[in-house]
């Protein structure tokens, strides 16, 4: 999952070693993110003859593969991927024409108030250890009315409800960065924050942005024979395994 920014204050140092560890997984699911490039394909449209493309940022673009789906489906537009890891960096640069180096802490992103008119946020913020800082600098570098597409797995997914109601530590919760404790699955991936959808309208609202929509993607490491049901309760948002927001910038 794509997770390679911080948030101030700076994660410690083993936590930053753990996200440049090139066996820590770095990209979205493809199904999760050619979804958010469409919500995004019609939110901006086209390039309007004689008129400028939009800058579209893809902050914490880990190797550059959801960077990459985006390019397809917004012919015309200006994708730069942004990360802090120069191996995440490095794979990226051989899928999409922009990759630079950058933090949502410290100095931030380095880019100019409002250069940005969308900003890709793939699976990041559950891996912040602020996330409204995080926000902060996101709703800096866009411009007023500009478009923010997150995505974040679901705390209140389908199957975890079930979990919970068994005792059973739900998916995406971690709750050790050395193994899995308590809950489906094998591989460590560094989530520290979960949300609901509930939750992440009203932490989007307070961090100055309104909610345009919010949609379900289906999550792929679900086992094979519940993938339809996977891909039914994203009619229900709610139940969906992964959220995907669209939100803009609101006007001062």
Same mark, same amino acid.
């Given at each position: 999952?794509?997770?390679?920014?911080?948030?101030?204050?700076?994660?410690?140092?083993?936590?930053?070693?753990?996200?440049?560890?090139?066996?820590?997984?770095?990209?979205?699911?493809?199904?999760?993110?050619?979804?958010?490039?469409?919500?995004?394909?019609?939110?901006?449209?086209?390039?309007?003859?004689?008129?400028?493309?939009?800058?579209?940022?893809?902050?914490?673009?880990?190797?550059?593969?959801?960077?990459?789906?985006?390019?397809?489906?917004?012919?015309?537009?200006?994708?730069?991927?942004?990360?802090?890891?120069?191996?995440?960096?490095?794979?990226?640069?051989?899928?999409?024409?922009?990759?630079?180096?950058?933090?949502?802490?410290?100095?931030?992103?380095?880019?100019?108030?409002?250069?940005?008119?969308?900003?890709?946020?793939?699976?990041?913020?559950?891996?912040?250890?602020?996330?409204? $800082?995080?926000?902060?600098?996101?709703? =800096?570098? *866009? &411009? @007023?009315?500009?478009?923010?597409?997150?995505?974040? #797995?679901? /705390? %209140?997914?389908?199957?975890?409800?079930?979990?919970?109601?068994?005792?059973?530590?739900?998916?995406?919760?971690?709750?050790?960065?050395?193994?899995?404790?308590?809950?489906?699955?094998?591989?460590?991936?560094?989530?520290?924050?979960?949300?609901?959808?509930?939750?992440?309208?009203?932490?989007?609202?307070?961090?100055?942005?309104?909610?345009?929509?919010?949609?379900? $993607?289906?999550?792929?490491?679900?086992? =094979?024979? *519940? &993938? @339809?049901?996977?891909?039914?309760?994203?009619?229900? #948002?709610? /139940? %969906?395994?992964?959220?995907?927001?669209?939100?803009?910038?609101?006007?001062?």
């Amino acid at each position: 999952m794509n997770r390679h920014l911080t948030a101030v204050p700076p994660p410690p140092p083993g936590l930053r070693e753990f996200y440049e560890n090139p066996a820590v997984p770095v990209a979205s699911g493809d199904a999760r993110s050619r979804r958010q490039a469409l919500m995004l394909a019609r939110a901006l449209g086209p390039v309007p003859r004689g008129a400028p493309a939009a800058t579209v940022l893809d902050v914490g673009c880990g190797d550059g593969s959801a960077a990459a789906i985006a390019a397809e489906v917004l012919p015309g537009h200006r994708i730069v991927g942004v990360d802090w890891s120069q191996d995440a960096l490095r794979r990226a640069a051989a899928r999409i024409p922009y990759a630079v180096r950058g933090e949502l802490g410290g100095g931030g992103l380095p880019f100019a108030d409002g250069a940005a008119d969308a900003v890709l946020f793939s699976e990041v913020i559950e891996h912040l250890v602020d996330p409204d $800082a995080a926000l902060d600098e996101l709703r =800096r570098v *866009l &411009r @007023p009315g500009g478009h923010l597409m997150l995505s974040t #797995p679901n /705390l %209140a997914a389908w199957y975890n409800r079930g979990l919970l109601l068994a005792g059973v530590q739900p998916v995406f919760s971690e709750v050790s960065m050395r193994g899995i404790h308590g809950r489906p699955g094998t591989q460590v991936v560094g989530h520290l924050r979960l949300y609901t959808a509930r939750a992440l309208r009203g932490f989007l609202t307070a961090s100055g942005f309104a909610v345009v929509r919010v949609a379900g $993607a289906p999550y792929h490491d679900v086992p =094979r024979p *519940l &993938r @339809p049901l996977d891909r039914a309760a994203c009619r229900l #948002p709610s /139940l %969906a395994s992964i959220l995907l927001v669209h939100a803009r910038r609101r006007r001062e």
